[in-house]
DNA sequence: CAATATTTCAAACGACTGATTGAATCATAC
DNA sequence: GTATGATTCAATCAGTCGTTTGAAATATTG
């Protein structure tokens, strides 16, 4: 990994974060890395590759970590019932002690999944994790119907996307220091009450 | 209101709404909507204000029926304390209503919040109507701090805007009826616990 | 019908997009 | 020291972007 590849994959980080894929040229990456338009190619071939390349480098190590993290409480428990907390842990702390080193990254992923243009690049990196987090999410909630259980869990990805995205939109957060690590203990919580809700009466009409 | 722009606004909102703002171009829209390309800044002046039309026409009536609602909880309740269910019911019911009228309205709402790229917009036409409902959980939730409070009601933001955003991208959700309504009851008794759950200590190491 | 106002149209504007080229520069190895 | 490969560079490609223009077409009014 040449210092320029770096510098690429900083700043297209950083700047996809804060304004997205579709908003963000080449040229403003580029300008703002201080390298030549053509390394951008030479590099990484196209700007989907590049965008590609910028993920796969953060999330393969929070992934593993979560996995890690995973087999770890998974082995704890035996054959018993797993903890929804545990598991919310295990999902959310890699992410969280990434963060503390770099802010930019996890807006990136918040913006990977707000913007849903690129499912092939959500798929290829971040399915495998959700499998096995989804079978960690139905042995924890047993009770919960297999689609309530999968809409409970694309509820939490669209929290936690709009959480890392940025600073929230709201009168009384604008200004707020940003506290990522923080942010992911309160969003923590909140999604804990929310997976052991009850679940919805259907049609009701009340 | 001529036929030329309705067609444009009914283009318009699913296009943008399906690729997001930045990715959909107004050559595209107006193919699509089969108007001239020049009718589009006859009308409405520029692409933004375009988007802002577009939000408009569609989020005023939603949050006048949200204010509604809220109207008549708040009358019903005297000085009690307000029920949490029944503010989310105000907040997420007029959604629904109109959802099941027109689909593409509400996947538009959703991008608005993602793309986060507008904030002028968000704070134009929905910053009144949160202002009421900020309101409205502080008196269902007295005991939660200000600052978790707003961090909650951000939380629940994400998760809409997320959901109401297109298909998940989980393996199970891709391919089953797209019915929001249902959708919309999930996401009220999840965000319910979400709610009422107990604040993360602060910090803690496990 | 004539006159006025509103709306539509094809054409073009300059700026910007992602991508490509071939020469220049650099590093490494013989 | 020179040859070889890897990397950087300015210049340019064809295409698209949002926007503007002025003339044609349509609708409205007197």
Redesign the pocket.
């Known amino acids: 990994m040449?210092?320029?590849?770096e510098k690429i994959l900083d700043t297209a980080e950083r700047l996809i974060g804060e304004q997205g894929y579709a908003a963000?040229?080449?040229?403003?990456i580029i300008a703002e890395a201080g390298?030549?338009?053509?390394?951008?190619?030479?590099?990484f071939?196209?700007?989907?590759d590049?965008l590609d390349a910028a993920v796969v480098r953060k999330a393969g190590p929070v992934n593993e970590a979560r996995i890690a993290a995973l087999d770890r409480v998974e082995q704890e428990a035996g054959e018993g019932q797993l903890d929804i907390d545990d598991v919310l842990d295990c999902f959310f702390r890699p992410m969280a002690d990434v963060t503390r080193r770099n802010q930019k990254f996890v807006r990136l992923m918040g913006r990977i999944y707000s913007e849903g243009l690129m499912p092939q690049i959500v798929q290829k990196h971040f399915q495998p994790t959700m499998g096995r987090f989804l079978a960690a999410f139905r042995r924890a909630l047993p009770e919960l119907p297999e689609e309530e259980l999968l809409w409970r869990v694309h509820f939490m990805v669209g929290a936690m996307a709009h959480t890392m995205c940025g600073p929230s939109s709201l009168p009384g957060l604008m200004d707020a220091p940003v506290d990522i690590p923080r942010r992911i203990e309160r969003l923590q919580a909140f999604l804990s009450g929310g997976f052991r809700a009850p679940i919805a009466a259907a049609g009701e009409k009340k």
């Open positions: 040449t210092e320029t590849q963000t040229s080449l040229r403003q390298v030549n338009l053509a390394a951008v190619h030479y590099h071939g196209s700007k989907e590049l």
